[in-house]
């Protein structure tokens, strides 16, 4: 298990010692020579303090080149005696490690030697940067700002891979942030070594004449799944940068001036076939753009990002997915700049899984959206680019001395218009988004060390309101307000809250669409407990949290708490929502032996429950569920669980109708992985789940293997295969004297193939590959229309009606409606990435990109005719150059 899943969510005990070190003699990796004097050794263990370490200055130069043979290293104080994080906790790590750190005027030196019993076992996979590898491992943990609450880390395997990572609340992480640094490694018949150089400007610290810093050492030995650390951390305790040693004695080390300037160039060419016919087509376009990056230390604290005009071309497509719900789907963040530097504009309001735990206060996949609006042809053809242009986004963010956390962002998007050439009369335009402003504000103050904070938290969005208006969107929206931690008992455990509220604004039209969204149905003929009102020009709502639990200890933990959310709560204009007017409340008990026993080397069993409602009084659930997972000593692991949800009372069933009584359902899931240091990896995951009033069912299996043919490339190959049969899936709502709702009993069947190559050239060149096919298809059958929703048995609830296209809903004899909800889908996209850093923060990248769609509603499914139809559709591709040079001062 790599260290940087596992210390996210881990920590431990620092403890302290003495020894000697002597009779040493040097290898090609630069071990200590008896002629020098010999350093001062500090161990990592054994006594209830924090680790020291003294840092040394540098005289003279160092050589970045992997191998000691720079005096100054010789003079170093060392840091020895690491010991296990896993598999045996405290436990003397299995190969001897050292580190050594010397300071200059502008920059830190670590120097880490691992030696190793069997030197023709170590690994070292070359892939791109910050991609996960069976690989040995060496990094550094820095806590510049000293508030034993965050932490830049350094990681790099013996072929020069890097890794980084920023790190957060203690034990939270974002890999999404990128430093420049310098590291260079080499391997000799003793062991390996690494060597790096981390620049002051990228660190944050504050002037001073004698600073300490937080400070770590890891190791990471892949063959025996081994993670070794000179401060000992441990899976009991919910720490981790808080139980850092020390390296103290930077003497007049002055804050730097952060001034970093990337701009970019972007050429391409995108080739289509289409209609010829339409004015707006072209077979080939060119595509060109430039923009640029901007990093600015606005003090020694505060870090300001800019991005003009950016563009994301070489970032992945999204999957391929079939939505037949009411609800939005969560796609997850790809875009660099708004993964960066994320950590601290996180604010989650979910519980639960799946898209449930995605939903959050800031969701910056908001930001450059595709156009809302929509727009009539009028009879000839239109044209309307699929994402909104960002003009600039700057966000505002670090970490003051005193224990400020401060994170501010506010991104500009344009106006966009469609281009409309009506069958008759002259070509105009038609806005389909307004100009927008979007803002987040994050503040945190820690106290009693970061054991405790209270924060708050602020958005917003401001639209054009005379375009807004005009295409029925809401014109401003805000939220905000206040969260809280508090750890005691020997940070055993710990509560924590948020109390959020929210405002929006708008037409009409726009707050009465907010009305009957999905998330609240104010419309509902029972919603006794809401007020319709088609002429609000304003909503507002609220929503609190509040969690009690045990975050440390040998084996048990638990937690218990309540949430709760008002119907008029909306966060979706720069959030992520799918649920208000609830309430639930829930516990959590779990036991962990994090530990070798037995043939496992870890396990852990957890069961919950729930119950919840709205606030109108009808319930949902209650519901309980049992799960574990496991690995064995020979490295495979497998998990299992399964869960039981009683039915209750939705109000989002009927889309907009009365309550309906939902049956009761029990799912499982469950999978298995061999050990993941071969060659060949296989995985295999399943779920399934069956609701034996209505005769419904659904199972899914997702087989995956990944190869290593050699130590450059990686191939990878995975499979979904999902088949479900709902007897109840919503179809349409047609009105009438009363309103009828029509459901039908569908049949999907969805086969998805993921491939995956990256081979890389260098530490710094590397080709990426991904390709997806995609089918999905449905066909309906044993329509119904609902007769009574709160009837005690399920075929109380419906009626049937005749036909199949042309529906009888009175079964008169004559078709009252047709319907045709039959589908089939079919969607391909793939695209390959050369990525070159060609020197440390300056890329060149050339990405070649290929999509095909394809729609009918023939709901048939044969596999082999799917596949071979989706590839005879026309293809969409695109080939683009971006070059981008990093500036610094």
């Not at 830190?108 to 590898?133: E, M």
């Not at 407990?529 to 929503?543: A, I």
């Not at 569908?746 to 491939?755: A, H, L």
């Amino acid at each position: 298990m790599s260290i940087y899943r596992t210390l996210a969510v881990t920590a431990g005990l620092l403890v302290a010692g003495g020894a000697s070190l002597s009779g040493q003699t040097a290898g090609d990796g630069g071990v200590i020579s008896t002629g020098a004097p010999t350093p001062k050794v500090v161990p990592g263990c054994c006594t209830g303090d924090a680790p020291v370490l003294q840092a040394t200055r540098l005289v003279g130069s160092i050589e970045i080149d992997g191998r000691m043979d720079d005096e100054g290293w010789r003079l170093a104080p060392v840091a020895a005696e690491f010991v296990q994080f896993e598999p045996r906790e405290g436990a003397p790590a299995t190969e001897r490690t050292e580190a050594r750190v010397l300071y200059g005027p502008d920059a830190l030196y670590v120097f880490l030697r691992a030696w190793d019993s069997r030197p023709d076992s170590i690994a070292g996979q070359l892939t791109r940067r910050d991609q996960d590898s069976y690989s040995d491992l060496l990094g550094v943990v820095v806590d510049s700002y000293f508030d034993r609450r965050t932490a830049f880390h350094f990681a790099v395997n013996p072929v020069g891979v890097k890794h980084d990572i920023y790190r957060f609340d203690d034990t939270s992480e974002d890999g999404g942030w990128d430093a420049v640094w310098d590291v260079e490694t080499s391997v000799d018949e003793s062991g390996w070594s690494a060597e790096f150089r981390v620049p002051f400007s990228q660190l944050r610290f504050g002037s001073g004449a004698d600073q300490t810093w937080g400070i770590n050492f890891t190791r990471e030995i892949a063959r025996r799944d081994e993670t070794d650390v000179w401060a000992p951390t441990s899976p009991q305790e919910s720490a981790l940068v808080s139980r850092f040693g020390e390296l103290r004695g930077l003497i007049g080390l002055e804050a730097p001036n952060r001034l970093e300037l990337v701009p970019y160039s972007l050429v391409g060419l995108e080739r289509a076939q289409g209609d010829v016919a339409n004015p707006f087509y072209s077979e080939n376009q060119m595509l060109g753009a430039a923009g640029a990056d901007l990093k600015y230390g606005v003090t020694s604290d505060l870090t300001l990002d800019v991005t003009l005009n950016p563009d994301f071309g070489q970032v992945e497509a999204d999957p391929a997915q079939v939505n037949l719900s009411a609800f939005e789907t969560f796609l997850p963040e790809r875009r660099p700049f708004f993964l960066e530097g994320a950590s601290i504009f996180n604010f989650g309001i979910a519980l639960g899984d799946g898209d449930d735990a995605n939903e959050s206060l800031f969701y910056s996949r908001r930001i450059g959206r595709a156009p809302q609006g929509k727009f009539d042809p009028r009879g000839g053809y239109g044209d309307a680019d699929d994402r909104t242009t960002i003009l600039g986004a700057w966000k505002l963010s670090g970490k003051t001395q005193g224990g400020w956390s401060i994170g501010a962002l506010h991104a500009v998007t344009s106006e966009e218009s469609a281009r409309i050439a009506p069958a008759t009369g002259d070509r105009l335009n038609e806005e389909v988004e307004p100009f927008s402003n979007y803002g987040v504000l994050r503040v945190q103050r820690d106290f009693r060390e970061g054991r405790s904070a209270l924060g708050v938290i602020g958005t917003h969005v401001n639209r054009d309101k005379q375009v807004a208006d005009a295409l029925g969107l809401r014109s401003s929206a805000f939220a905000g307000g206040l969260d809280f931690r508090h750890r005691f008992a020997g940070e055993t455990y710990q509560v924590s809250g948020y109390l959020l509220g929210s405002h929006v604004r708008g037409s009409t039209e726009a707050i009465t669409s907010t009305q009957r969204s999905p998330l609240r149905y104010y419309q509902r003929p029972d919603a006794d407990h809401v007020d319709f009102d088609p002429t609000r020009t304003s909503l507002s709502g609220g929503t609190a949290f509040f969690n009690f639990e045990k975050i440390a200890g040998e084996h048990w933990r638990f937690s218990t708490g309540i949430h709760t959310r008002t119907p008029g709560f909306e966060v979706n204009d720069i959030g992520f929502q799918n649920d208000a007017d609830s309430w639930s409340s829930w516990f959590w008990v779990g036991y962990r032996q994090t530990t070798p026993q037995g043939p496992f080397r870890r396990w852990n069993l957890n069961t919950n429950g729930w119950a919840g409602g709205n606030y109108g009084g009808s319930r949902r659930g209650p519901g309980m569920n049992v799960n574990g997972n496991v690995q064995f000593k020979n490295f495979w692991h497998a998990y299992a669980g399964v869960n039981r949800d009683t039915g209750g009372f939705s109000g989002q069933f009927l889309r907009g109708g009365p309550l309906f009584r939902m049956e009761a359902r029990t799912n499982g899931w469950g999978g298995f992985g061999t050990d993941s240091r071969k060659p060949v990896m296989f995985n295999l995951n399943g779920w399934g789940n069956v609701r034996p009033e209505s005769d419904s069912w659904a199972f899914g299996l997702s087989p995956n293997i990944r190869i290593r043919p050699s130590g450059r490339a990686t191939f990878q190959v995975g499979a979904q295969v999902n088949r479900t049969a709902n007897d109840n899936q919503w179809v349409d709502r047609v009105d009438g004297a009363e309103p009828t709702y029509l459901f039908g009993r569908i049949d999907q069947k969805t086969v998805g193939i993921t491939v995956r190559a990256d081979y890389a050239f260098t530490p710094t060149l590397s080709l990426q590959l991904y390709a997806q096919p995609f089918v999905s298809a449905g066909t309906y059958e044993e329509f119904k229309r609902v007769a009574d929703p709160l009837a005690a048995a399920y075929g109380d609830r419906f009626v049937p009606v005749t036909g199949s296209g042309a529906l009888d809903l009175d079964l008169d004899g004559s078709p009252d409606v047709e319907v045709d909800p039959d589908f089939n889908v079919k969607q391909f996209r793939s695209n390959a990435v050369l990525r070159w850093e060609y020197r440390p923060g300056s890329s060149l990248f050339v990405v070649w990109s290929q999509g095909r769609n394809a729609f009918s509603r023939d709901g048939a499914f044969d596999f082999s005719d799917d596949f071979r139809g989706l590839f005879s559709e026309p293809s969409d591709n695109v080939l683009m150059v971006k070059w981008s040079y990093w500036i610094s001062r």
